[in-house]
Every structure is written in structure tokens, then in C-alpha cells.
């Protein structure tokens, strides 16, 4: 019987279907979690979520590596890293929005009726309108929505009064939905 280590990626796959024994999925762990993290650092940007994201796609992989018949492991498992690193960043862009929209007093459609081509262009129309904000707009938001930092580390990270760093961020969302409303995606906000 072969080393686990001299296996290749579809014998693995293959043993771990058969036996569900997890020393394989931890073998394809040794062998790739360098790949994920840098793919999920890419995507992230930001080293403990990345650190986070990787635990996510080992535990994924360990309970849905059975379901697939997978040709080429290492494409297959980068798409799998994208698909949860995209998912991630919707979830936090979903909470700028919802913040957002909360300026606004109309809504137009459910959540659940969100086409994903819709929720594409809305993402890249507010990453757009991100960069066009001013520095301390911009950095408190991009601080607060996607780094996850308190008002109060904010401060600290900025040297803005704490104050100053709410008014950053609502002046900043305000500044977000003129320009949706401006590009026309009004009605993208509003989900």
C-alpha cells in the first residue's frame, strides 16, 4: 500500500470516498491550505478572514468531497475558494446596502428576488462609488463594513475623534447613495 503522501489528488479523493477516513482530506489540507490562503488573502484582503476562510473550505471539503467527481483537484478547489471568498464579500457588501438603504425611504423588491446579475451590478456600481469617496469617507467605510473595526479602533487605527469617525461613515454612506442615485442604480440600493 502507497504512502499517503505518494497518492495522487484523484487517489486521495478516491480513498477518501471509499473509507471517509479524514488523514486524506488532511493530506490534500498539507498539500494545498498554502493555495488557499494565498487565493483567499487575494480576495479578502485581510489575513485573519483568510485564516478563517481556509478552516471553511477544509470543513466543506470534508463533508462534500464525496458528492463531486472531480477531474483536475487544484482548479476544482480554486473554484471552490472563490465561490466562498465571493460569498463572503456579498455578505458584508448585503450590510453596507442594507445600511444604505436605510437612508432611503422606499423599497422595490425582496432580497430573494435579487437576480445575481443584479446583485453583480450593484456591487461593482458601490465598490466604484467607494472609490470615489474622499480619504477619511472612504477609509472609515472600507474600516467599519469590511474590515469589521468598532468605531472605537477606527479611532485609534485614524486618529480621528470618535465622533468624527461616525460622521465619516454616515457622511460617507450619504455620499454612497447620491452617487448610486446619480449612476442610476437607485433602485439597487433599496434591497
Known amino acids: 500500500m502507497d504512502s499517503i503522501d505518494q497518492l495522487s489528488d484523484k487517489q486521495i479523493i478516491d480513498r477518501y470516498k471509499e473509507e471517509r477516513d479524514t ?37 466543506q471539503l470534508l463533508q462534500n468531497l464525496h458528492k463531486y467527481e472531480i477531474k483536475d483537484f487544484k482548479n476544482w478547489l480554486f473554484l471552490v475558494t472563490r465561490n ?5 464579500l456579498r455578505k458584508k457588501t448585503e450590510h453596507l446596502f442594507d445600511d444604505i438603504s436605510n437612508l432611503g425611504e422606499d423599497t422595490f ?13 450593484r456591487e461593482k456600481a458601490l465598490h466604484e462609488e467607494i472609490e470615489n469617496l474622499k480619504g477619511p469617507q472612504k477609509e472609515c467605510i472600507v474600516l467599519f463594513y469590511f474590515k469589521k473595526k468598532t468605531y472605537k479602533e477606527i479611532a485609534e487605527i485614524t486618529d480621528y475623534d470618535i465622533n ?7 457622511n460617507g454612506k450619504r455620499n454612497l447613495k447620491i452617487g448610486l442615485d446619480r449612476d442610476g442604480f437607485s433602485n439597487l440600493i433599496e434591497n
Open 164 to 170: 468624527k469617525v461616525k460622521s465619516h461613515i454616515q
Open 84 to 88: 466562498h471568498c465571493f460569498a463572503r
Open 23 to 59: 488523514a486524506y482530506v488532511g493530506q490534500l489540507y498539507h498539500r494545498y491550505a498554502h493555495l488557499i490562503f494565498g487565493w483567499c488573502l487575494r480576495y479578502l484582503k485581510n489575513q485573519t478572514e483568510s485564516e478563517d476562510a481556509v478552516m471553511e473550505i477544509i470543513e
Open 109 to 121: 423588491m425582496e432580497k430573494d428576488e435579487i437576480s445575481p446579475l443584479t446583485i453583480e451590478a
